[in-house]
């Protein structure tokens, strides 16, 4: 570990969960749910982080997505909340707020190039971070369709 | 049909307006309206959301009722949403009587947010989190949280105006552009490119672009052009106003 990245986790993942904590605030989230919810947005920080190191670009907003939501899965089932109230909130250091903002300050100012350019990437981001839940939610939902399956069997 | 089917779709309807208003995905409000129908013996229950209006249709003996809800204002209170959706499945299990359903829903919908402070802490806490994140200072920090300060009572008072979703983020990024240059001049932090985009973190929709994709990956084709729709439109209603602002100020200095 470079002391670079380092000095990026002591700030960037406690920067994490405070900006989660503030959004629950925000999103009207209650007691633990709140709390877990920013736990999960730093731990999704945290890999986005660490992922630096072997993982391109939207391949680290994947593996953090892929993270947040196992992380979220069980929050839910543990504390018996709906899966969207963890996975909005944690989610939140990830999604490309900034992206779109640029990508129309670009197209506002009439910047064609880096509009299109900035924008794709944005779309990608989004499109990565919906690539990493999907397959995990489908994963356990099969699996509870499976399990209920075989009880109605036996 | 007896008019007690058609008060139960009236409510299981207004069960899916709580959750689409307060910011669930379109497929929750499917699942969750085509559950309630179902489980109380309607043969077939087809329910279309998207998140500006939701269609349900269910049939019974031959006979059919259908309904449409518009929805014109969404925000995100996901303390409704899991109570409603917990209200849903208790409705599911237990078969309540429409009076019960009617009691408990008003229970929910008269649950009050957070106090306005609180709010407005959470907002200062984005603002200066996420310029942390993005790699910014201290006093660049303290600076995003000033500019949250004033950014939030505002964007408040447009929405208890009900402006158009438009217009209050073009102000939302005049206002936010303005305290940030502000707070430059005054020598607070020279790092307003990451002011703005850490206090702007509040209105860009990140969340609504994300979830678009995951709807259009999903196979909710039009939910998921709907959302993205929005996401660009709020996009460009605060590049336009961060934009007027730098002109304005561009040409008087």
Redesign the interface.
């Known amino acids: 570990m470079t002391a670079e990245l380092i000095l990026k986790l002591a700030?960037?993942v406690p920067?994490?969960f405070?900006?989660c904590?503030?959004?629950?605030?925000?999103?009207?989230?209650?007691g633990k749910?709140l709390v877990f919810a920013s736990i999960g947005g730093a731990l999704g920080?945290l890999v986005y982080l660490l992922a630096s190191g072997f993982a391109g670009d939207l391949q680290r907003y994947l593996l953090a997505t892929v993270a947040i939501t196992i992380y979220a899965e069980i929050m839910a089932r543990v504390q018996k909340?709906?899966v969207?109230?963890y996975l909005?909130?944690s989610?939140?250091?990830l999604?490309?707020?900034?992206g779109?903002?640029y990508?129309?300050?670009y197209?506002?100012?009439g910047d064609t190039g880096m509009f299109i350019e900035t924008g794709l990437h944005?779309?990608a981001i989004?499109?990565a971070?919906?690539?990493g839940?999907?397959p995990v939610s489908s994963l356990v939902r099969l699996y509870g369709q499976f399990k209920k399956h075989r009880l109605a069997v036996n | 049909m007896i008019s007690e089917q058609e008060n139960l779709l009236a409510l299981s309807l207004n069960i899916g307006r709580g959750l689409l208003e307060n910011g669930a995905e379109t497929y929750r409000v499917e699942e969750s309206i085509g559950r309630i129908m179902t489980a109380y013996g309607m043969e077939q229950a087809e329910v279309f959301a998207i998140p500006t209006c939701i269609i349900a249709s269910v049939s019974r003996d031959g006979q059919t009722l259908t309904r449409v809800e518009r929805i014109t204002q969404r925000r995100t209170n996901l303390d409704r949403i899991s109570r409603l959706n917990n209200l849903s499945r208790e409705i599911c299990d237990r078969k309540y009587s429409t009076s019960v359903i009617k009691a408990e829903l008003n229970k929910i919908m008269s649950q009050q947010a957070y106090p306005f402070w609180l709010q407005t802490a959470g907002f200062v806490l984005v603002a200066a989190a996420f310029t942390i994140m993005f790699g910014g200072d201290f006093r660049a920090a303290l600076a995003a949280a000033l500019c949250g300060l004033v950014t939030k009572p505002v964007i408040e008072l447009l929405q208890r105006y009900q402006t158009n979703v438009f217009f209050a983020n073009i102000i939302g990024g005049a206002v936010i552009a303005a305290v940030a240059l502000a707070a430059s001049r005054l020598g607070l932090s020279g790092q307003v490119d990451l002011i703005i985009i850490g206090t702007l973190m509040n209105l860009v929709p990140g969340v609504a672009i994300t979830n678009s994709m995951r709807d259009i990956i999903a196979g909710d084709l039009v939910a998921g052009l709907t959302k993205l729709t929005e996401a660009l439109i709020i996009g460009t209603a605060i590049a336009i106003g961060t934009g007027f602002t730098f002109s304005i100020v561009g040409y008087l200095l």
């Not at chain 1, 904590?21 to 209650?30: D, E, K, P, T, W």
């Not at chain 1, 999604?95 to 900034?98: A, D, F, I, N, R």
């Open positions: 700030g960037g920067a994490a405070a900006a904590l503030g959004f629950g605030i925000v999103f009207n989230l209650r749910t920080w909340t709906p969207t109230a909005v909130v989610l939140l250091p999604v490309p707020g900034g779109i903002y990508t129309m300050r197209f506002v100012s944005t779309l989004a499109g971070l919906a690539a839940i999907l």
